[in-house]
């Protein structure tokens, strides 16, 4: 028996949820967004890790780092904006002691941030042939010290060089996380797949600052923080589809998804894969449900491979 | 205890005192809770449009729970003072609320006798352990309530009916001691200077507190509060600094930290 959606397409029980990124098998498009995941573990209570494409880890830099001190986080519309700053185990511990504690299965994909582009590169080269560690996410959102402070992601030369150095010390599958603080996000793009990237990660959290009226001051101790949740989200789809429009590279999209709708429009707009972020905060079962929710549009459209979707977004008017 | 995520139904929803509510939650499967543990909550709607604003869920203190077959109906007391407990406040009887708990370290038992001290809403953070330490040796835990007004005042009759010691100070003096519940702790560890102190309430009374039981040689845990966005230790927002340098997580290290460990000058 067989049955049709409103399109006329077969509605079909099987739908092959399969995808590859940046030379990684996925058993679905669904991963998690590194600094909301932890190192995984901290999600078993609520979600078996098996059933999401993958998860990427917290920013790793070569020593441990502590954060910044409190506030750390506040409440905007739709949103929230954070400072946390570099903190994180480091990626020794994060080899010795993290990995092994998930279950076998898991596509962990790893996230390197560092200050100076050396120092990437020495991140990266520690967790290549590192056999748990399907590829890397190179954070480009990072301050750079010797271009006065801003994002490495945010001037294209000093971009080509951090990508340059890291694709040299590396032969894992490499994406390139991008800031959104730029002009013109197909720029950098583009700088990506000139230096050898496997992919993009798009976006970063958008540069924020939220303000205490009674007290006359900034509610983060950094002052600025990274805006993300729902209120990003159509400033990423934006991005994702700009970028899908100038460069052949894979895109793993991100920006506010909350649900299996949202994840698709990044699909549509030409994202690969997506990951969700400051979702799993309050439903840390969320991308289990988003997986769950792919299936079941994939199924009421007929479409048979969810790798079908990926930039199928008609803007030609009828 | 292993913490769940489910959507949780409102039995009821009622005022308590002058200035709070009492919301009564039904959940299956919830897993029990130790004195000092926490859950993360957010009104409805839930589902397949989950609220976007505001975003975050809301941290507070489970106040106790009475259990049957695989359900349990818990109880959480809280102050109208931000959107988020907006909503909590306009829930009615059916409403979904999403909720992760059990969360946190709580409240390490003590072996002997226990001052615990609370201020305004930190007051639903220690009636379960109130009701633990009286069970086990009626007497051994003295309760000292603290609010601004006795109207901003919550769970009196509860603890008056558990038996335990209680003593009251409002800074109106509208009831019980004017003036300070720090007053009344420093009086009874002059009494009684082998009893360990537990504080929870604003941080300025539980940092006086921990002042007052160092000068005594006494020990003290006090429960700390810090915006949040997830309870389970991953967005890394509710630091607290260290005297001993560093941060903890009020989520995962805590909320419940040993006094003399907390860097109190650093807490926002």
């Not at chain 1, 700053?85 to 990626?91: A, F, H, R, T």
């Not at chain 1, 899908?244 to 991100?254: D, Y």
């Amino acid at each position: 028996m067989s049955a049709t959606n409103a399109r006329g397409g077969e509605i079909c029980a099987d739908v092959d949820l399969q995808v590859e990124l940046a030379g990684i098998p996925l058993r679905n498009p669904v991963l998690t967004a590194s600094g909301t995941f932890g190192y995984g573990t901290e999600f078993a209570p609520f979600l078996d890790l098996r059933r999401i494409g993958g998860f990427v880890a917290k920013s790793l830099t070569l020593e441990p780092r502590r954060g910044n001190p409190p506030p750390r986080i506040a409440e905007a519309p739709s949103g929230m904006l954070n400072a946390i700053s570099l903190e994180n185990v480091g990626v020794d511990a994060f080899v010795r002691e993290k990995l092994p504690a998930l279950p076998e299965g898991v596509v962990v994909i790893a996230s390197i941030f560092e200050t100076e582009i050396d120092r990437y590169a020495e991140v990266a080269k520690r967790l290549s042939g590192v056999s748990r560690v399907a590829g890397l996410e190179l954070n480009a959102s990072c301050p750079h010290v010797k271009s006065g402070g801003i994002e490495f992601g945010q001037n294209p030369a000093v971009l080509a060089t951090l990508v340059r150095a890291v694709r040299r010390a590396t032969t894992a599958p490499l994406l390139v996380k991008l800031s959104p603080n730029v002009t013109d996000i197909r720029e950098m793009a583009r700088v990506c797949e000139g230096e050898g990237a496997d992919g993009l990660s798009l976006i970063n959290s958008v540069q924020a600052l939220e303000v205490d009226v009674e007290r006359r001051r900034p509610v983060l101790s950094n002052v600025l923080g990274g805006l993300s949740g729902p209120a990003i989200r159509p400033i990423a789809l934006r991005m994702v589809w700009q970028a899908r429009s100038a460069v052949k590279l894979p895109i793993c999209g991100m920006g506010g998804i909350a649900s299996a709708e949202d994840a698709i429009k990044f699909l549509l707009c030409g994202a690969t894969a997506v990951q969700v972020g400051t979702q799993n905060y309050l439903e840390p079962s969320a991308a289990g449900a988003v997986v769950d929710g792919i299936r079941a549009y994939c199924a009421r459209h007929g479409v048979r491979r969810v790798a079908d979707l990926v930039g199928a977004l008609e803007t030609k008017r009828p | 205890m292993i913490p769940i995520r489910t959507l949780a139904e409102v039995v009821a929803l009622s005022a308590e005192g002058a200035s709070s509510y009492r919301l009564t939650l039904r959940i299956d499967g919830w897993p029990g809770f130790e004195p000092g543990q926490f859950a993360m909550l957010s009104p409805g709607p839930q589902g397949a449009a989950p609220r976007s604003d505001p975003l975050l869920p809301r941290p507070m203190a489970v106040y106790r729970e009475q259990r049957a077959k695989g359900a349990a109906e818990i109880e959480i007391l809280f102050k109208r003072h931000g959107r988020g407990t907006a909503l909590l406040a306009a829930c009615s009887p059916g409403d979904r609320v999403a909720v992760v708990g059990p969360l946190g370290r709580g409240f390490e038992l003590p072996a002997g006798r226990a001052l615990l001290v609370a201020g305004g809403t930190g007051i639903a953070s220690v009636y379960e352990l109130a009701a633990r330490l009286h069970a086990r040796a009626p007497g051994s835990a003295r309760v000292l309530l603290g609010a601004r007004s006795a109207g901003d005042l919550m769970g009196v009759a509860d603890f008056e009916t558990l038996g335990a010691p209680l003593e009251i100070a409002t800074e109106d003096g509208s009831l019980g001691t004017k003036g300070l519940v720090t007053a009344l702790l420093e009086v009874a560890l002059a009494r009684d200077a082998e009893a360990a102190v537990f504080a929870c309430g604003p941080t300025a009374m539980m940092r006086r507190c921990a002042e007052i039981a160092e000068a005594r040689g006494a020990a003290c845990s006090a429960s700390l509060e810090n915006p949040m966005a997830c309870g389970f230790g991953v967005c890394l927002g509710c630091a607290a600094p260290l005297r001993a340098g560093g941060f903890a997580l009020v989520c995962r290290d805590g909320p419940v930290f040993d006094a003399r460990a907390v860097a109190w000058e650093g807490l926002p």
